[in-house]
């Protein structure tokens, strides 16, 4: 299966007269050869379940149908692109399922439950979703070109999902992957890398300049993979917690930090066994993890 054979990304944005809406973070990747990149840095992905945030006119769509993604569910929130996007659902054969609606409130576990349920004789092109709950919980693989706007959110959420989920490769921002990515005493190093660590191996795979995009964005973005990580921590919510009070005045140190968290904030730190003198921005994960399991501890 070969995406040369149709029509280019730009062609169809003319036939179907649609244009770039910033409020939507649309920056479109027209370049086959980018999206491409992109699927490859996802790995196998050959017969296995993928979700897609946002396929816009369908570039990355189609290399991830090209490397063999089954099912891949495309969830875009911008309904111009439906009918853009059917004929592309056609052409997969019925491995493509375009969902109308907003990532930022979608229940990953509920589509892909529904989508394992219908043969792809039965699939149609396009469904704009409300599938019934169910509790199975099915891996799948998440490889976005994120909205802008929406990119941090959107992780957080996958994260706070829990371990088991599935692989992410995720473009954003360049500054953005760079927090995702940061080690203590890093300017980027913060609550982001925190959390995106404490579930996951994460890697700045490459980045892609601006006016690799239509329109450019003002700066560059940058691809990350996140991979589960053989011992992820498990209670997210109190880590969050506890970054925000950490971070939240990060050149004081975290007896004054975490005040806002707890009056004996110099009790907690010497049940983490970290120095009540140390910033935030230098204890590394296992700090935090022990400083997450000490508030969890007094709870
Ligand atoms: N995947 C396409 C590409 O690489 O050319 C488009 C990427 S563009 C950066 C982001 C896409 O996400 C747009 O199509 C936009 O409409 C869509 N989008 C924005 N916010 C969304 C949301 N909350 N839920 C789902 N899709 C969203």
Redesign the pocket.
Known sequence: MNADDLPT?RAELEAHGLW??KG???????DLNI?RR?ARAAGDIAGKPVI??????????RALLEAGADPLI?????A??LPLLAPLAEWSGGRLRVVH??????DEDALLAWTAGVSPANRSATDTASPARTPAVQAASIV???????GTP?LVKWLKAGAGRGDMTL?FQKEVAQRIVAKPGDDAYGRLAVLAQARCSVRLEFTVPARA??PP?KIASAVVTLKDRPDPYPHLDVLERVTAAAFGQRRKMLRASLRSLTPDAEDLLRAAELAPTARAEEIDQAGFRRLADAWRARA
């Open positions: 990304l770039a809406n939507l973070g649309q920056h479109f990747l027209l999206t992109i897609e945030v946002g396929p816009g006119p369908g570039g990355l769509t495309a969830i875009e929130k911008d111009r692109f609606g907003d990532a930022l409130t979608a976005s070109n994120l909205p802008y706007n929406v959107l473009m995009f239509t964005p």
